[in-house]
Nanobody
């Protein structure tokens, strides 16, 4: 499975961005796809995940109510709509796919995209 993430950019605090993650190589309809992020000098952390078969979603507390993860199974694509962005959301955002039993644990994901940079200015 190859994952390509895009949609990052520069935005002012309070603004919005939508990230996309397109999967190719094999069907991912039975997978979980997640978004993680890594800020400068920090460890990578879980942001959100979605179970593609059911649409069930999971969020980190830091983004609940601001970010929305969704999917288009026909396009093998997952989206992360980010509203109310804050400077602390600045990070490289990665998408991942797999069948993790615990959605927030990155080691349990099998496939990773290259990352897309989101910069939020104050």
């Amino acid at each position: 499975v190859q994952l390509q993430a895009f949609g990052g950019g520069f935005v002012q605090a309070g603004g919005s961005l939508r990230l996309s993650c397109a999967a190719s190589g094999r069907t991912v309809s039975n997978y979980v796809m997640g978004w993680f992020r890594q800020a400068p000098g920090k460890e990578r952390e879980f942001v959100a995940a979605i179970k593609l078969s059911s649409g069930s979603t999971y969020y980190a507390d830091s983004v609940k109510g601001r970010f929305t993860i969704s999917r288009n199974n026909a396009k093998n694509t997952v989206y992360l709509q980010m509203n109310g962005l804050r400077p602390e959301d600045t990070a490289v955002y990665y998408c991942a796919a797999g069948n993790p039993q615990y959605y927030g644990l990155e080691i349990l994901y099998d496939y990773w995209g290259q990352g897309t940079l989101v910069t939020v200015s104050s």
